[in-house]
């Protein structure tokens, strides 16, 4: 298994600019997560899905969106990228969510800076 | 809200010194408990959990971490530390959501 897979790795976007971060994940987990990580922040939840067509917002949502159209994919969009947008992005993925002993199981990253 | 504060930002140690990190959580329901590292450019790895049981957990490369309830501590501790281990902690509590501590650097010095 290929396990969490996260495209770009880096990228650079010009404010006002759109992108959209490809997350993918192999193992049939019902649940995926999109994390920001600031400096001296931790890990900040963004949004998730707890199954195809199903998505809620996290603790820092705004300027971001998501769909989940499958279980294998979780792509999180920037429509119009703002500097406080720089940071680095993490996909995560479990099988059981919710007050659950499950560990998450993290993608690679991205690491996206906005000029 | 829930919160967990980790109280080292950054910690710096040579090889071979023991190693303790603190994490206290606000949330006093049933939590589900767990450290996470990060290698450098590496994502999070898993090193221990606590869900229920003993609240003294091991986890792999030597580190262990100990539940205190009544503290609402659960602190990272590792009795000698190797140059490989220098990374950046997470605590991360599970209540519903997983909600992470700000992490605490750790270089280690051969």
């Known amino acids: 298994n290929a396990g969490v897979t996260q495209t770009p790795k880096f990228r650079i976007l010009k404010i006002g600019q759109s992108m959209t971060l490809q997350c993918a994940q192999d193992?049939?987990?019902?649940?995926m997560y999109w994390y920001r990580q600031d400096p001296g922040m931790g890990l900040k939840l963004i949004y998730y899905s707890v199954g195809a067509g199903i998505t809620d917002k996290g603790e820092v949502p705004n300027g971001y969106n998501v769909s989940r159209s499958t279980t294998e994919d979780f792509p999180l969009r920037l429509e119009l990228a703002a500097p406080s947008q720089t940071s680095v992005y993490f996909c995560?993925?479990?099988?059981?969510?919710?007050?659950?002993?499950?560990?998450?199981?993290f993608g690679p990253g991205t690491r996206l800076t906005v000029l | 809200a829930q919160s967990v504060s980790q109280h080292n930002h950054h910690v710096i140690l040579s090889e071979a010194a023991s190693l303790e990190l603190g994490c206290n959580y606000s949330y006093g329901g049933t939590v589900n408990l767990f450290w996470y590292v990060q290698y450098p450019g590496q994502h999070l790895q898993l090193l221990l959990k606590y869900f229920s049981g003993d609240p003294l957990v091991k986890g792999i490369k030597g580190f262990e971490a100990e539940f205190i309830k009544s503290k609402f501590s659960f602190n990272l501790r590792k009795p000698s530390v190797q140059w490989s281990d220098t990374a950046e902690y997470f605590c991360?509590?599970?209540?519903?959501?997983?909600?992470f501590g700000a992490g605490t650097r750790l270089a280690v010095h051969p």
């Open positions: 193992m049939n987990h019902n649940y």
């Open positions: 991360a509590v599970n209540s519903g959501k997983l909600i």
């Open positions: 995560a993925s479990n099988p059981w969510g919710g007050a659950s002993y499950n560990e998450q199981f």
